[in-house]
T-cell receptor, first 109, second 116 residues
């Protein structure tokens, strides 16, 4: 069965430091991978998806099929990046989203 | 930007009572979903709905749960007889036509259900 893991429940970094939120998945096919973010008291919102190969708010994520990973990176963390980050997977375009357990990122001023 | 709207934002109910959570998806979306998040736990899939029928449901979505799209705009989740363990945040989501760039779920702000 498909699964998404995020090994870090909590991650604290200093402002200006690089940040990497890890995500691994298990699925035998070619999934679509996403990162969703939830800022305090706000709704879940899409941050980025692997299919677009985009950079949003300075964040990037590269799909590594060999390592089945989709780690989220940002070279210089900002205080406003503090939020809950969820890695997510869809088996096909028509499929539900399966979420990882989430990583709470705290950026220390 | 279009939004998914959920009501109520918070509902407190007694165990055994029926609860209906309402969602207004984005108007031209065709795929609808309910998820829940128990406090401190992950976001879990409950059910997906397309073409006026359930397309997939999880093991959480037992006979106590039902979904309905009673008119062209609302999408509801009913819990027939609530249990303490139903206390959670319930998220509605919708998705548009499957064309390039459109296969993204848009989430509502959530309805917090507290069962006493």
């Amino acid at each position: 069965a498909q699964r998404v893991t995020q090994p870090e429940k909590l991650l604290s970094v200093f402002k200006g430091a690089p940040v990497e939120l890890k995500c691994n998945y298990s699925y035998s096919g070619s999934p679509e991978l996403f990162w969703y973010v939830q800022y305090s008291r706000q709704r879940l919102q899409l941050l980025l998806r692997h299919i677009s190969r985009e950079s949003i708010k300075g964040f990037t994520a590269d799909l590594n099929k060999g390592e089945t990973s989709f780690h989220l990176k940002k070279p210089f963390a900002q205080e406003e990046d503090s939020a809950m980050y969820y890695c997510a997977l869809k088996r096909t375009s028509y499929d539900k989203v399966i979420f990882g357990p989430g990583t709470s990122l705290s950026v220390i001023p | 930007e279009p939004e998914v709207t959920q009501t109520p934002s918070h509902q407190v109910t007694q165990m055994g009572q029926e609860v209906i959570l309402r969602c207004v998806p984005i108007s031209n979306h065709l795929y609808f979903y309910w998820y829940r998040q128990i406090l401190g736990q992950k976001v879990e899939f409950l059910v997906s709905f397309y073409n006026n029928e359930i397309s997939e449901k999880s093991e959480i979505f037992d006979d106590q749960f039902s979904v309905e799209r009673p008119d062209g705009s609302n999408f509801t989740l009913k819990i027939r007889s609530t249990k303490l363990e139903d206390s959670a945040m319930y998220f509605c989501a919708s998705m548009g036509l499957i064309v390039s760039g459109a296969n993204v779920l848009t989430f509502g702000a959530g309805s917090r259900l507290t069962v006493l």
